[in-house]
């Protein structure tokens, strides 16, 4: 965690824990992923931004707040915030005293599952292709 210098010693270790925990549980998802993450380490805080892989950023399922927050709650009893930025789908992920990086390796598995199923969906949707005999 990048702190000022005049700001050191002024700043509770738990805050410092849970900003270390966004670095390594933002970057374990991101190499699970295969992407990267948003933020430098110095502009974490206890949010980490992860791009999701998914071929298609502007489909209409992507886009739908709705689709995530059921998607995450009803299967897979947990939340966390999508929204696209630069043409690139995020999902931001805030660190808590009592998460660990068990529970980042458990979201980057259902990220993972999230993106494949999304990604499988988008290329059934191929343009149709005329054969002529």
Same mark, same amino acid.
């Given at each position: 965690m990048y702190v000022k210098k005049? @700001?050191? !010693?002024?700043i509770h270790p738990s805050s410092i824990y849970e900003c270390s925990k966004s670095v390594d549980g933002g970057a374990l998802v991101s190499k699970v992923l295969g992407t990267r993450v948003l933020? #430098? +380490?110095?502009q974490i805080g206890y949010m980490v931004d992860v791009e999701l892989p998914i071929r298609d950023v502007d489909d209409p399922?992507?886009?739908?707040? +709705?689709y995530w927050q059921t998607t995450f709650l009803d299967r897979f009893n947990m939340y966390a915030a999508v @929204? =696209? @930025? !630069? !043409? =690139?789908?995020?999902v931001? #992920?805030?660190?808590q005293i009592y998460n660990d990086l068990t529970d980042y390796e458990k979201a980057a598995e259902i990220f993972t599952t999230i993106c494949n199923e999304l990604n499988e969906k988008l290329n059934d949707k191929s343009i149709c292709t005329l054969t002529l005999d």
């Open positions: 005049e @700001h050191q !010693g002024s933020q #430098m +380490e110095e399922q992507v886009l739908d707040p +709705e @929204h =696209k @930025h !630069g !043409g =690139k789908i995020w931001r #992920m805030s660190a």
